[in-house]
């Protein structure tokens, strides 16, 4: 979820509309988040299955297309910086002006920690023998395929490996292992993904399990740039959403009183129900 400029001579305009897209549809969730849960209308509304799903699927999309995304920023360090800074600029608004639905630890933390922590991986991804700098007319691009394939299979199983951690356990094909409740007691695990009793947050995205979609992300640009067909295709340009994502972090830290106020205007002062 992040604003950059490639050192890639191409612009890849469709990997800006997909971030596009994904902004929409959190725009729309928030607005529905907004009009059921904060002002009533339906506060089980967050709980239903069919949102829940939506909701992931926001955040999903974002991890991914800012994993591919790392590739091409010039100061990852920079930005990952600038991306906790931002989160914790939210958990500090939303903490002062609605304490019951504050953001401790949410996408953009996760983001950004994300995006440092993929700095020392990135380096072990080079030592081990992973595809980096991906040149789509190398002579060893089948090699540099399969290497990739191997990094996207390996963080998928990761992350379906770890998806349970909040909850106590991890789980795979059947398999549970249930995690000792001391991870759990020490606060600053949370950011990990072990969180302590009583934690509370409207939109909680730790490392674990998040950070292994990021690195599919990552491994999936991998995937992309041995196929000269597809950096082809990246370069489309999709009206209106290739511009939106090359907005989308000031979209997302401007959209939530804009929606607020909306919301507001509906229900509290036409008295519409939704």
Known sequence: MEDQKPEHTKWYHLIDAFRGFALLNMLFFHFYYDVYVIFGQDPDWYH????????QFICMSFLIVSGMSWHFSRNNLKRGIQLNLYGLLITAVTGLVMPDQAVRFGILNCIGCCTLLMIPVNKVCI????HHGTDPFSDNRLSNLLKAFCGLFSALLLFLFTRNVSDGYLSLAGLRIDLPECLYSFRPMTILGFPYTGFRSSDYFPLLPWFFLFLFGYWLWEVISCS???MCALCTRVPVLSRLGQKTI?????????????AYLLIIVFQIKM
């Open 48 to 55: 239903y299955p069919a949102i829940r799903v939506w909701q």
């Open 127 to 130: 030592l081990a023998g992973g």
């Open 228 to 230: 000269n067909r597809a």
């Open 250 to 262: 000031w979209i997302y830290l401007l959209h939530q009183p804009l929606l607020y106020g909306m």
